[in-house]
T-cell receptor
Framework: NAGVTQTPKFQVLKTGQSMTLQCAQD?????MYWYRQDPGMGLRLIYY???????DKGEVPNGYNVSRLNKREFSLRLESAAPSQTSVYFC?????????????FGSGTRLTVV | TQLLEQSPQFLSIQEGENLTVYCNSS?????LQWYRQEPGEGPVLLVT?????EVKKLKRLTFQFGDARKDSSLHITAAQPGDTGLYLC????????????FGSGTQLTVLP
């Protein structure tokens, strides 16, 4: 099925550990995004990539890095995990950047940092 | 921070009832989107509205964009348990249309 695939679905990390969240889309979309979702705070943008080869910071980029590996894949890395990074992480893509194009989201990665 | 308020935060109703949820701001937007998110899944786009006063219908769901393009409402007629979910509105970020800003959502539960 076409869409956005995220791995892993669940992860528990110890404080200070590192990990990479993977995201891939097969819709030939140009733009990709990483959001985190916390109770009562909605979805907040961490980083986005307008097109292959470009990345930009969103609202809450501290503690994260990203790589747009190719047009299909956009990964999110936590170099030294902190309990404040416990959250549900969503990757999304859209055909082009622009407010009238809806995002397609993956099913999320639930991360717990202890 | 761009403020996008959704109300109510929680809503629990019986199957067959009608309901309206709201998305409000003091800012003017060029467009607004509504998403529905089911437990354990990512949000799914329902509709995009772009013109002040615009009304769009999706089966039993009616979406309206305010005349001044500062607010929007979602009305569900004869709610069903399958309508249960988190309803999110989203608008272009005020400093960059490349980003979407999301409200914190209305959690709707429709009881059978």
């Amino acid at each position: 099925n076409a869409g956005v695939t995220q791995t892993p679905k669940f992860q528990v990390l110890k404080t200070g550990q590192s990990m990479t969240l993977q995201c891939a889309q097969d819709m030939n979309h140009n733009s990709m995004y990483w959001y985190r979702q916390d109770p009562g705070m909605g979805l907040r943008l961490i980083y986005y990539s307008a097109s292959e080869g470009t990345t930009d910071k969103g609202e809450v980029p501290n503690g994260y890095n990203v790589s747009r590996l190719n047009k299909r894949e956009f990964s999110l890395r936590l170099e030294s995990a902190a309990p404040s990074q416990t959250s549900v992480y969503f990757c999304a893509s859209s055909p082009v950047q622009g407010q009238n194009y809806g995002y397609t989201f993956g099913s999320g990665t639930r991360l717990t940092v202890v | 921070t761009q403020l996008l308020e959704q109300s109510p935060q929680f809503l629990s109703i019986q199957e067959g009832e009608n309901l309206t949820v709201y998305c409000n701001s003091s800012s003017v937007f060029s467009s607004l989107q509504w998403y529905r998110q089911e437990p354990g899944e990512g949000p799914v786009l329902l509709v995009t509205v772009v013109t002040g006063g615009e009304v769009k219908k999706l089966k039993r769901l009616t979406f309206q964009f305010g005349d001044a393009r500062k607010d929007s409402s979602l009305h569900i007629t004869a709610a069903q348990p399958g309508d249960t979910g988190l309803y999110l509105c989203a608008v272009p970020h005020r400093s960059s249309a490349r980003q979407l800003t999301f409200g914190s959502g209305t959690q709707l539960t429709v009881l059978p």
